[in-house]
Each structure stands twice: as C-alpha cells, then as structure tokens.
C-alpha cells in the first residue's frame, strides 16, 4: 500500500469543507462504557497518550485495530525531548479521510505526541567544554557560563548518545570562548555553537543549616560548594579546620561563606566566673578554687585569682570552668594552700 504524509496544515486545507453538523454529532455525551464496547469489538480507538521513535506519525500511533492501515504516515513528530498536541477537529478528519471507524467523545477529545528522546545534560556538555578548554591553557579549577540559557539536550532515541568539541577558541585574559559542539551521529547529528565564560572556581565550606550564637560547629554543620574565586573576599574562611569547634558571633545562615570575624572559639572560662585551678606534680595532682579575671578558650593563658590566698596567677584553660598552672612560682603559690 502506497504511504501517504499528510500534515495538520495538509489536513487542514483538505477537509476544509466538512459539515460541521458532522462534527457536532460526534461530540454529543457517550456513555462511557462506550469504548470498552469499541474495544471488544474491534473498533479503533484513539491513544491519547503516544510515544514514537522516529520523526514520522502513523496511522497505528493514533488508533488501534487499523488494520493494513496502520503503517500510513500522517504528520510529522515533534522534536526530541518535545511533545505536540492534536485536538478532536484533527484527529477526525485524519479519520474520515482513511475511513477509520472513529469518532471523538466530545470537542475536548485530543491525543498528545511524544518524541522518544535521549537527553545530554549540561553537566555533560560543560565536561567536554572544559576538557577541550584544558588543551587551550585553563586550569581544572575552572568552571562555565553559558551565554543563553541552556538546560539538556535532546537526541532521537535511536541515536548513539556522544558529544564532542570540534572546535573551540579561548580568551585567556577575559576567560570568553566560543565553541561548535557536535552531539550523536550520523542522519542524527546536530551541531550547536555554544559561547559563554570561563572563570576559576574555589571550594568553600559553607553551613548546612542556620546556626545560633553559642552553638559549637562541628564537620557535620558544614558542606562543600564551589565559587567563583573572583567573588570569594579575603576574610572569607576556606579551611575547614578554621571552621570547627568555633561558635558564631551570631546566628549565621545556611549557604553562606563564612567571614573569619564572624566567629571565635566557644568561651569556656568566664569571666569573674569560679573555676578549678590544677597542678600536677609527681604521684599527685594539686587543686584549688579561683576567680578568673577574663574570658578564656581553649588554650588561652588567662589571669585566676586563688580563692585562699589571693594571689593571681596565670593559667591555661583546659576545659569548661578548668585552668592549668605551671611554673615555678606557681607551684609555690599552690603549695601554700
């Protein structure tokens, strides 16, 4: 049997002059066990949701149970990874004119094309840009902007998914290039040129999560995201290690850099608060209750006063409300007590 293309506007022009009484009484309400019935029988009926591999639409897409008929072409598929929308109007005249057995419901009768697709995320596509971007002198701390918006691209379903640089040209100095992209192969193949920038990126430890003045931050709070080094300021911290066991200043927000002004270590000595003065010497550890006269973290040599003897001296804050002495004359002092 001779293949027949008609397209919408084909179909259009030819059908044309129908009655639209014609169509109106096939619009009328149905019972709706009207296409089981359709069905059991042997009756086309329409797929209302179509899925094709290649650029054409048949007969057999639209309905079943057509027969020899089911191979005659009708229309072309949209693009891959788009859809196109056939409403009642359409799908009847494309019935009446191969004589299919087929009327629609009601006016709001409509199927929807779907082209089969093999989609190329961006991720993909920026891969190669960069590899080709390396041979031209960019470093792997790079990233790209495109110029016009660009989400994924989409490949016939029957199409070897790959894609490569052809040619690419670089701007050092600006970080612009220009590039002709060449995805699948053979009667599939598309080429894109695509431009944008190029510009160093930066891992910076960002929180996951809003943390308040007084929380402790731990590796857990933080996560990893890359940043244009050209937006990332001096005073911004890149080393984890700077970031854990600090508290904030304030409360800070998830997903931003953080300042190192915005935090210090958790202040575990308070001033004028009391703590536990320790010295260890052979076979015996020595104590004694003081005052300490500033703040203090961990590490911190801060002024106690000794509670007994009053005597100030300086020690080192080990702990929460816990100090250390060493030196000479503060065993003394210590052993006075």
């Known amino acids: 049997m001779r293949k027949q293309m008609i397209t919408m506007t084909t179909l ?3 059908f044309l002059g129908i009655a639209g ?7 009328a309400p149905r019972p709706p066990a009207m296409e089981l019935a359709n069905f059991e029988t042997g009756q086309p009926m329409l797929n209302e ?13 639209l309905f079943t149970n057509t027969g ?16 196109s929308l056939l409403d009642a109007r359409w799908l009847y005249r494309v019935a009446q004119a191969y004589k299919i057995n087929w009327k629609p419901l ?8 779907e082209r089969d697709s093999i989609s190329i995320s961006l991720d993909d596509i920026k891969a190669q840009i960069l590899y080709a971007l390396a041979e031209q002198g960019a470093t792997e701390e790079m990233d790209v902007e495109f110029s016009s918006p660009l ?4 490949l016939p379903a029957n199409t070897e998914p790959k894609i490569s640089v052809e040619s690419i040209s670089f701007q050092a100095r600006s970080g612009r290039f220009s590039a002709l992209v060449a995805a699948g192969s053979g009667l599939s193949l598309q080429r894109l040129r695509l431009a944008g920038r190029a510009f160093r990126t930066i891992d910076v430890p960002v929180l996951k999560g809003r943390v308040l003045r007084g929380d402790i931050i731990s590796e857990a709070d933080l996560k990893w995201v890359k940043m244009k080094s050209e937006r990332v300021q ?7 290690n700077d970031i854990i066991g600090k508290t904030p200043k304030r409360g800070l927000r998830a997903g931003a850099p953080i300042r190192s002004n915005e935090i210090n270590r958790p202040v575990l000595v308070a001033k004028n608060s009391l703590v536990m003065i320790i010295h260890q010497v052979p076979n015996m550890t020595l104590t004694a209750q003081g005052k300490a006269l500033q703040n203090g973290s961990i590490g911190d040599l801060v002024q106690v006063k000794n ?11 080990i702990g929460p409300g816990r100090v250390a002495v060493k030196t000479l004359s503060q065993q003394f002092t210590m052993s006075l007590n």
Do not use: C, M, W
Request: charged fraction near 20%.
């Open 68 to 83: 020899d008929k089911a191979e005659i072409s009708v229309a072309y598929a949209p693009e891959p990874g788009k859809q």
């Open 151 to 154: 989400q994924q691209l989409f």
């Open 307 to 317: 509670g007994r003897s009053k005597h100030v001296v300086e020690a080192e804050v």
């Open 106 to 113: 009601s006016a709001l009768t409509q199927a929807v094309i």
């Open 21 to 27: 009484s014609a169509l109106a009484a096939s619009t």
């Open 234 to 240: 001096q005073d911004v911290i890149v080393d984890i």
């Open 12 to 14: 259009t022009a030819v």
């Open 49 to 61: 949701h179509i899925v094709v591999r290649d650029n054409i639409v048949r007969i057999g897409d």
